[in-house]
């Protein structure tokens, strides 16, 4: 039985079975992780995103049949990080409510997803911040 609280995790099989690259875990599952206040700002902002005139590109038909929206900013295939046309595309309101929502992401769930990424997946993580050096010196140059 999964518990009510606390943490749940699914190890990774044996390491002599796989990949040693493999992650930990092949699920983990973390209740609480936001404080009610965190969470509450976080609905709300969401809510107030969606009550807006947001406009959706139309799905892709061979990815999805729902719309979706690729918000922020986009910087893998490219030198210079960019602002999704997602983003740039709204009405001035819209864009305004999707800044306080992304600023939420930012400032109260990357850095929670990434202490988790740290401490359960450390190999991911390493990865991950080479990744980063790379693009940031990659931009300076």
Not at 62 to 82: D, F, N
């Amino acid at each position: 039985m999964e518990p009510d609280k606390g943490r749940l995790m699914y190890p990774t099989p044996a390491l002599d079975r796989q990949d040693p690259l493999h992650p930990p875990y092949l699920a983990v599952r973390f209740h609480d992780v936001l404080k009610p206040t965190a969470q509450t700002a976080l609905i709300n902002s969401w809510n107030a995103l969606n009550s807006l005139n947001v406009e959706y590109p139309q799905p892709e038909p061979q990815r999805s049949k729902a719309p979706a929206l690729h918000l922020g900013v986009w910087e893998t295939y490219l030198m210079s990080p960019i602002v999704t046309a997602n983003s740039r595309n709204q009405p001035p309101e819209v864009i305004a409510t999707m800044d306080v929502f992304l600023s939420l992401i930012g400032e109260r769930i990357a850095p929670k997803l990434l202490n988790f990424l740290g401490r359960y997946f450390p190999r991911q993580y390493e990865h991950q911040q080479r990744c980063i050096k790379i693009s940031i010196n990659n931009k300076n140059h």
